[in-house]
């Protein structure tokens, strides 16, 4: 998996988008991640990858957790850089795959769809035995699987946003996601489009992919996280 370009038009004005569109939903969803990872334990070693502009890495760090944000999207990682202004976060750009930093993690996380940008089943693999590599002996691994419902098309219209998200199927699980918005800040308006590849992947699928890197299903929180249109699995490694 290659460094992405995604979310170059628009990184700046990520964050706002989707408050508009998800406000308490993600700041729900947020919460509950959270609590999940304070039950892990305190002041832990922490690899968060696909960081995005760090809505869970930053609380993550203020709860003094030592975290390390891998993030392939440059624009991205420069927003969180931006907010992270007491430099309490490690930074790296890259993606699960290509990593090749520091080792010795209590925690890894790919959640809030990063799973949906991996289209290929040998670069998921991949991802997960890298994923195994950083971890401790006893680490643990914590993943959402978004559910197939997640990559249908919807229209937001609210609150000075226009934001019109198209999935075109491309068979055997895989998409073309398209994006148009329209976004009003203040007298200024922002536009941009953007145009990228996913994939849905079955729990089955994932579950052999972590089995190949050396990882096994600990316990399934889904349950708990009912709101989120996605399986939540904490996985340890063997």
């Known amino acids: 998996m ?23 939903y993600y700041d ?68 699960m795959q290509s990593y090749d930093g520091v080792e010795g993690f209590d925690l890894a996380l790919a959640v809030f ?29 914590l993943i959402d699987i978004p559910q197939e419902v997640l990559f249908s098309s919807h229209l937001v219209q609210r609150q000075g946003l226009e934001r019109n998200i198209t999935f ?6 895989h ?12 007298a200024e308006v922002i536009t941009y489009q953007e145009e990228l590849p996913m994939r849905y992947w079955t729990p089955d699928e994932i579950k052999a992919a972590l089995q190949k890197a050396g990882l096994v299903l600990e316990k399934d929180y889904s349950s708990k996280f009912a709101m989120a249109g996605a399986s939540y699995w904490l996985c340890r490694k063997v």
């Not at 075109?168 to 699980?173: E, I, L, P, R, T």
Request: hydrophobic residues 40%; aromatic residues 8%; contains cysteine.
């Open 168 to 173: 075109v199927s491309k068979g055997a699980n």
């Open 28 to 95: 729900e969803l947020t919460r509950q991640t959270l609590q999940l990872i304070s039950k892990l334990g305190a002041g832990l070693q922490i690899i968060d990858f696909g960081a995005g502009t760090g809505r869970i890495a930053l609380p993550l760090a203020a709860l003094g957790h030592r975290v390390t944000a891998v993030e392939p999207s440059e624009a991205m990682l420069a927003q969180l850089a931006s907010k992270d202004i007491s430099t309490a976060i490690t930074q790296c750009h890259a993606s």
């Open 2 to 24: 290659t460094k992405l370009i995604y979310h170059r038009d628009w990184a700046k004005y990520y964050d706002e988008v989707n408050h508009r569109c998800f406000g308490a």
């Open 175 to 186: 998409y073309l996601y398209r994006e148009k918005t329209r976004l009003e800040l203040g």
């Open 113 to 141: 769809t990063v799973l949906g940008y991996i289209t290929k089943e040998e670069d998921l693999v991949a991802s997960f035995c890298n994923v195994a590599r950083v971890l401790k002996p006893s680490g643990r691994f």
